[in-house]
């Protein structure tokens, strides 16, 4: 049993963010809101009075790293209001509670209440039971409005434009834990950015859950419309994407895109497997022919486009021969980068109660090749820019090697530089000299 109440004046808040950019977006609207009632953001691993854990439920990993941080922010402060947040309190309310002992446990569309319900937990002598405030899927239907000043750390602001999935791919929980779509009024998007725009955020990085799902007001395919009135804004620099479902390229969204200024050629797109077969178990609603395609037609107009993608292996089902036809599809596409996930089963979900699951010992020799395809393509596509002169965005100092900084191509190639002062936010044009891996080194071109 936990007892205690915070002190007035002495209010400190810690955010652990676990998971996608949306959860990174919805941490800054919860700090947005603690700041405004006089909460003042401590680093995550300081003391605090109160942490927040903006929890992941995408995959196993999700879940435990999530339990990790909840029960670590309990060791940094035994009296400490500590609340868990999000996907995995979702999906997973008295489990939550009872494993990790969260004082708080918090669903999605639940956010902007934090503030008000850490207070009422403050004023109680005791906090032995834990308080849960989680919402039905059936009754997330509005999109959820939290307030956003800024993002710790970083130039780039992420601007979420929609909420929820209704996709149903066979081993996804993300429709349950977030909820039926949700698209956020153009209006509200285009305030937002103007704001941040005013304070110095020069890229815009749209995401949403399923983000090819955003519509406006008209019910009228809403990207199209959104890029249009951010290319008029006076102030934004460069515009990207989260990731992107790849069926909804059309050739005309392409084409706007194409006459776009301030779009950085980076479609982030999310493939899954190259196996015909398994798209077909998941329920994803393209082929790998169609895929194939939609990266011509993207080439086409962006010929150096960098195309990313995420590869699922391991799917339930999943034979030696499929993931082979998936290696091969990835090997034939050349992407620049490929996140690879081993197949976690999701309570709730169909392909969890399928019997022929790959053993863990299978997964892990498939993601090993798999992410040892993703180095040598990603070398592959940086060595194409060794020479080049691009802009670059500056965002930070680059960890454990003073005196330089490192920031982003438009391809999203991260790129070090040594030695020139810059405040983040800052473009510089530098040559790309050399791949490292991870990132490339370059010259400041002056
Ligand atoms: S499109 Fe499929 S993979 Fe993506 S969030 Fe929706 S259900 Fe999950």
Not at 136 to 153: N, Y
Not at 302 to 321: H, K, N, Q, Y
Request: hydrophobic share 40%; with cysteine.
């Amino acid at each position: 049993m936990r007892k205690g109440r915070i002190v007035e004046n002495s209010f400190r808040v810690a955010f652990i963010t676990l998971g996608c950019k949306v959860n990174s977006y919805e941490t800054e609207g919860m700090r947005t809101l603690f700041e405004a009632a006089g909460y003042h953001s401590v680093p995550e691993d300081a003391a605090a009075d109160v942490y927040v854990i903006n929890t992941c439920t995408v995959t196993n990993t999700g879940d435990r790293k999530s339990r990790q941080m909840i029960r670590r922010s309990r060791s940094l402060n035994p009296s400490a209001i500590v609340a868990a947040v999000g996907c995995y309190a979702q999906m997973a309310p008295d489990e939550v509670a009872v494993l990790t002992g969260a004082d708080l446990v918090l669903g999605n569309n639940q956010k902007h209440r934090i503030v008000e319900l850490v207070k009422e937990l403050a004023g109680k002598p005791s906090r032995a039971v834990s308080r849960i405030a989680v919402m039905p899927r059936e009754e997330m239907t509005g999109f959820e409005a939290l307030p956003i000043d800024g993002f710790t750390g970083k130039s780039r602001a992420f601007i979420k434009i929609q909420d929820g999935c209704d996709r149903f791919c066979s081993y996804c929980v993300i429709p349950l834990a977030r909820g039926p779509v949700r698209n956020r009024r153009m209006v509200d998007v285009l305030e937002e950015v103007s704001c941040l725009s005013k304070k110095g955020f020069r890229e815009m990085v749209l995401t949403g859950i399923h983000l090819t799902s955003f519509q406006n007001e008209q019910g009228e395919e809403g990207l199209t419309a959104l890029v249009r009135a951010l290319e008029e804004m006076e102030g934004i620099r460069r515009i990207r994407f989260g990731s992107l479902e790849p069926a909804f390229l059309t050739e005309p969204f392409l084409d706007m895109l194409g006459g776009s200024r301030k779009f950085c050629p980076h479609f982030h797109l999310s493939l899954q497997s190259g196996s015909e077969a398994v798209l077909r178990r998941m329920n994803r609603h393209y082929s790998p022919d169609v895929f194939r395609g939609i990266v011509q037609a993207v080439r086409a107009r962006f010929p150096d486009a960098s195309v990313t993608t995420d590869i699922m292996v391991g799917f339930p089902g999943e034979t030696a021969d499929e993931f082979e036809e998936s290696l091969a599809f990835c090997t034939s596409i050349g992407f620049s980068w490929i996140h690879v996930f081993p197949y976690s089963p999701r309570r709730g979900t169909p392909a969890a109660a399928w019997p022929d699951q790959v053993p863990k010992s299978v997964k892990d020799s498939r993601a090993a090749r798999m992410r040892h395809l993703a180095e040598e393509m990603r070398t592959a596509f940086q060595q194409t820019f060794i020479g080049r002169e691009m802009p670059v965005h500056f965002e930070q100092d680059v960890p454990g090697k003073p005196g330089w900084m490192e920031g982003f191509t438009t391809h999203y190639i991260q790129v070090s530089v040594p030695a020139i002062p810059f405040q983040p936010g800052d473009c510089f044009r530098v040559r790309l000299d050399e791949s490292l891996g991870d990132r490339m080194q370059g010259t400041l071109v002056i």
